[in-house]
Each structure stands twice: as C-alpha cells, then as structure tokens.
C-alpha cells in the first residue's frame, strides 16, 4: 500500500485519462484526451506522459496503478490492446518504471479496474462479493471475491463477455459463437438493429448513442435491439451469480446510459433464470462512479489496504 497519493492511468482505444488518487479514493486531480489513432507506439507513449504530468508531478507520486484495454501479459504489464493497434507486446509497466521510478507500478485489465473502482467506493461499497461490468465497444469485467480481487491463471478472470448465451447466436470476434459480447456489445447491438431496419437518420454514422436515442424517443427496433441486449446481460448474470454466489452487480459502459431500457431487460431475464434462494438477493444496479471508476480502481490498486486489489507481489 503506498502512503501518499498516486498517478492512475486509464488507457483505451477511445479515451486515455490520468488521475491523482489519495489514499482514501479521492480524485484530486483529472485530465482526459482521446486516444490519438494515427500515432505510433512512441507517440501514444509521449502523449500519455504529457498527460500524466498535467494532473500530477511525477517526481513526488507514491506509485502508478493502470487499467488498460487487453490482451496484456500480466502481471508484467506488456500490453497489446485490440483497439489500440500501435501498442503490440507493449512494455508498459517498465517504461512506467523508467520514468517514475523507486515507487510501484501495477497494471491490469480496464475492466478490472472498472470493478475494482467500484467496489472500493463506488456502488459495491460495503459489500464483499461483487461484479463490476463493462458494456461499451466490448464486455468485460471484474471479480471481487471475499473482498479480494479474483486475478485468475492469467490475471484474465472476470471475461463475462464470453459467457455463452446462445450456442446458435452469432459469431465472436473470439473465435466463439454465441458469446454475451457478440450480442450485447455497443457495435453489434447497433448491427442488429440495422438489420431489423433501423437506420441513423441524417447522422454520418450509427452509435449506440443514436440508437439510445432513437430507443428513447419510442422507435419499436431501437428499443427491441436493446431489450435483445439486456435479457442476454440478465441471462449471463443469472449464470455467474450462480457460479460466484455475488451480493452486488455494478453495470457501466457507454450502453449502460441507456438506463430503464436496458436495465429493465436485463432484470427481467436476470429475475426469471436466477432461481437459487441464494442469488435472489443480488442488486444489480448501475455503476455509481461513472467515468471516474477505471481511474479511481487502477489508483486502488496501489492505495487500497492490505493489497487487496493486488496479488502478484
């Protein structure tokens, strides 16, 4: 646990934020910027100190914790994001070393953060079994179990976008088919949709955004491509509350701004297969941290007590 505030890096294909955390989960400070596509590996890693250093002096930090897109070899912290083509095998916990050294580096998952960050302050609070759960451009996750983040083999656990939800449903970029991500991530959601119909208007090109909105105004296959969205999220998290025996879901992602429209999908299918005495207690409810999650997890990472978001010594 370090004793004094730390820098804490968010790094995706879409946005690369920087915090300074204290040791109690408070963001001091924040900057964000969209991840710049056309750089190479080296140019993304200028732009990403030069972000770090407008939210923290790096020669007083007391470590770094990151939530980076994966894959990555972990706990080494060499990253090959899918997103963020530039970065192959990727050294970025020791270029991290390099440049704030003397204190400790720990990267992992984004989506683990996203859990961590969650559980540590935000809507899993208090609560020692939760999920937290990414629905963006992906579907990820993370698993505090017993009050401790579950790493796994591999420090992958926590992939609940590919739990299968229907054998017969589409292809996975995994290789799979029928995997949750396949249906419920915010590409192939809008793709259904399509395909149902749906078109974007005037707009240059079709989001999940436009279609949370097309949804909200009442258009009927905006709003079934989303119900088709939430009951396969509700089905997976009946599985997994099951397998994990959890207290607590916290959703977020930019679907889950679609609010009652997925939610209440997602309750419904939830409700009517979860059927152990056991996990009908579980709260599945919106992540509270919002965009500040994946920052304020990757900070607990070094902050947190007892390590107990870090196992990989």
């Not at 732009?47 to 002096?57: E, I, K």
């Not at 080494?76 to 916990?93: E, K, T």
């Not at 119909?197 to 909105?213: F, I, N, V």
Request: glycine residues 16%; hydrophobic residues 45%; contains cysteine.
């Amino acid at each position: 646990m370090a004793d004094g505030p730390v820098l804490a890096l968010d790094i995706g294909g879409t946005k690369l934020a920087a915090g300074l955390v204290d040791t109690t989960g408070r963001l001091l400070a924040s900057e964000r910027t969209e991840t710049p596509a056309t750089l190479d590996a080296e140019g993304l890693w200028s732009t990403l100190v030069a972000l770090a250093g407008r939210v923290a002096d790096l020669d007083e930090v007391a470590g770094v914790g990151v939530g980076c897109g994966g894959p990555m070899r972990w706990p080494d912290g060499r990253v090959s994001p899918l997103n963020i083509p530039s970065w192959r095998d990727f050294p970025l916990a020791d270029r991290l070393r390099d440049l704030v050294p003397h204190v400790p580096v720990r990267v992992h998952n984004d989506a683990v953060a996203f859990a961590v960050g969650e559980h540590w302050r935000g809507a899993g609070r208090g609560a020692s079994n939760v999920l937290g759960m990414v629905v963006s451009t992906g579907v990820g996750g993370g698993i505090v179990s017993g009050g401790r983040l579950v790493d796994g083999s591999s420090g992958n656990a926590g992939h609940i976008g590919h739990v299968v939800v229907d054998p017969d449903g589409p292809a996975c970029t995994c290789g799979g088919r029928g995997c949750l991500e396949a249906i419920a991530r915010g590409p192939a959601v809008v793709r259904w949709a399509m395909e149902e119909g749906w078109r974007p208007g005037s707009r240059q090109a079709a989001t999940g955004r436009h279609l949370t909105a097309d949804a909200q105004r009442g258009h009927p296959v905006a709003t079934a491509a989303l119900a088709r969205a939430g009951e396969a999220i509700g089905i997976a998290l009946a599985s997994v509350t099951h397998l994990l025996d959890l207290e607590v879901v916290a959703v977020g992602g930019g679907l889950s701004q679609a609010g009652r429209l997925l939610f209440d999908p997602i309750e419904t299918a939830f409700r009517r297969h979860a059927r152990m005495q056991f996990a009908r207690d579980v709260r599945v409810v919106p992540a509270a941290l919002g965009q500040e999650a994946g920052i304020i997890g990757a900070g607990a990472l070094v902050v947190a007590p007892d390590d107990r978001y870090w196992s990989a010594g």
